[in-house]
């Protein structure tokens, strides 16, 4: 079975700067998408970002953007120019049937 | 509507009462996927749909808890004789297609809490 890891539990930013988020992740499976969403107190999962597992190049979404390693099996989140409301739960999830979610990290943006 | 939609947002329960959550797609989306999210962790996978098929349901963490979608639209997720540790947001989640890159689009979740 597919399994997802995020270490940190909670991460602390500054508002404007930035911050990273670590995922890594477990599989046997050649194909497969990656995926960053964010979960507010309102509990709406909202997608951040997504990668391909077969591209190289790591996705950018605005101030959004990711550190892709297949080999290492590394996902990270990369929050540039961090703001008051990016503040929430960050989950890392993996996909090639069903999706499976880590366990989450609770950013806080400080002012 | 343009979001999924769960019903109801709140649900309290006694121990041993049935329940039954309502889970609206997005108009159109094939897959459907049932979460169960405890306070402060991640969603753990229930289930899984491909419009009226259920091809996964090893999330489901015993056989008190059921999912049907008999049309390929809507979904209820239904657990019998509710026990507290079934106390948690279910989450409801729907894509276009089954292929891999389709995103997840969420509702809002069903808060059950079991007395």
């Known amino acids: 079975a597919q399994t997802v890891t995020q270490s940190q539990p909670e991460m602390s930013v500054q508002e404007a700067e930035t911050v990273t988020l670590s995922c890594t992740y477990d599989?046997?499976?050649?194909?497969?998408?990656l995926f960053w969403y964010k979960q507010p107190p309102s509990r709406q999962m909202i997608l951040v970002i997504r990668q391909e597992a077969y591209k190289q190049q790591n996705a950018t979404e605005n101030r959004f953007s990711v550190n892709f390693q297949k080999a290492a099996k590394s996902f990270s989140l990369k929050i540039s120019d961090s703001q008051l409301g990016d503040a929430a739960m960050y989950f890392c999830a993996y996909r090639s049937d069903d999706m499976r979610f880590g366990a989450g990290t609770r950013l806080t943006v400080k002012p | 509507g343009a979001g999924v939609s769960q019903s109801p947002r709140y649900k309290v329960a006694k121990r041993g009462q049935d329940v039954a959550l309502r889970c609206d797609p997005i108009?159109?989306?094939?897959?459907l996927f049932w979460y169960q999210q405890a306070l402060g962790q991640g969603p753990e996978f229930l289930t899984y749909?491909?419009?009226?098929?259920?091809?996964?349901k090893s999330g489901l963490p015993s056989d008190r808890f059921f999912a049907e979608r008999p049309e390929g639209s809507v979904s209820t997720l239904k657990i019998q004789r509710t026990q507290q540790e079934d106390s948690a947001v279910y989450l409801c989640a729907s894509t276009r297609g089954g292929s891999y890159n389709s995103p997840l689009h969420f509702g809002n979740g069903t808060r059950l809490t079991v007395t």
């Open positions: 599989t046997s499976e050649s194909d497969y998408y």
């Open positions: 108009s159109g989306h094939v897959s």
């Open positions: 749909f491909q419009n009226e098929a259920q091809l996964d």
